[in-house]
Nanobody, 123 residues
Framework: QVQLQESGPGLVKPSQTLSLTCTVSGASLTTRYTAWSWSRQPPGKGLEWMGLIGDDGRTWYNPSLKSRTSISRDTSKSQFSLQLSSVTPDDTAVYYC???????????????WGQGTQVTVSS
């Protein structure tokens, strides 16, 4: 059974860097044709894709967030992480990590999600 669990501070001050970690069990970050992704949902808004890290460690980012976003991984701990710099109250959201199976193929699908973690940006 694949499980993902987000962790990190629930409150971040403006201008600081938001750091979240997703711990994966039951799957490998390096399995071919998989990617590991972050999205967020601000209050009252839809889900916004932030970026992903592929099975080979390469990363892709939402162009609108690219200048502030970094995704990395630690395969020894089966974790991948999100950093979002220079946060503002507009970055307040529930942040989700999830797996994309069959990545890069027509069968690509988001199949396992973390439960989400609330992050509030406030002084």
């Amino acid at each position: 059974q694949v499980q993902l669990q987000e962790s990190g501070p629930g409150l971040v001050k403006p201008s600081q860097t938001l750091s979240l970690t997703c711990t994966v069990s039951g799957a490998s970050l390096t399995t071919r044709y998989t990617a590991w992704s972050w999205s967020r949902q601000p209050p009252g808004k839809g889900l916004e894709w932030m970026g992903l890290i592929g099975d080979d460690g390469r990363t892709w980012y939402n162009p609108s967030l690219k200048s502030r976003t970094s995704i990395s991984r630690d395969t020894s701990k089966s974790q991948f992480s999100l950093q979002l710099s220079s946060v503002t109250p507009d970055d307040t959201a529930v942040y989700y990590c999830y797996r994309i199976a069959a990545w890069g193929t027509i069968a690509s699908m988001e199949d396992y999600w973390g439960q989400g973690t609330q992050v509030t940006v406030s002084s």
